[in-house]
């Protein structure tokens, strides 16, 4: 059973920066990819980052040149640093995984709880 737990969630001001993790056991098959999403009161979710197991990423153009994804896969750890953080980026971060190439597509078939991050002005 695949399970992803994310920890490094907390508040932080304005143009600071928080680095988030995400911890995966149960993964199978050496090919796939995992992604950070996060979802704002009343709105939907959407796609932040994504990685693939050769170290290609993706990013939403609302974070560009601010977050960076990447992954320890001796530690089963996927990253999200978090610089230069704005109000709007305050949400619930969720990470995702799977074995079909998804990229910021909310089709993942796996999911953490999620780790909540707010940014006050």
């Known amino acids: 059973q695949v399970q992803l737990v994310e920890s490094g969630g907390g508040s932080v001001q304005s143009g600071g920066s928080l680095r988030l993790s995400c911890t995966v056991s149960g993964l199978i098959y050496s090919r796939y990819w995992m992604a950070w999403f996060r979802q704002a009161p009343g709105k939907e979710r959407e796609g932040v980052a994504a990685i693939d197991n050769d170290g290609n990423t993706a990013y939403a153009d609302s974070v560009k040149g601010r977050f960076t994804i990447s992954q320890d896969n001796a530690k089963n750890t996927l990253y999200l640093q978090m610089n230069s953080l704005k109000p709007e980026d305050t949400a619930m971060y969720y990470c995702?995984?799977?074995?079909?190439?998804?990229?910021?597509?909310?089709?993942?078939?796996?999911w953490g709880q999620g780790t909540q991050v707010t940014v006050s002005s």
């Open positions: 995702a995984a799977d074995y079909q190439e998804w990229w910021l597509l909310l089709k993942y078939n796996f």
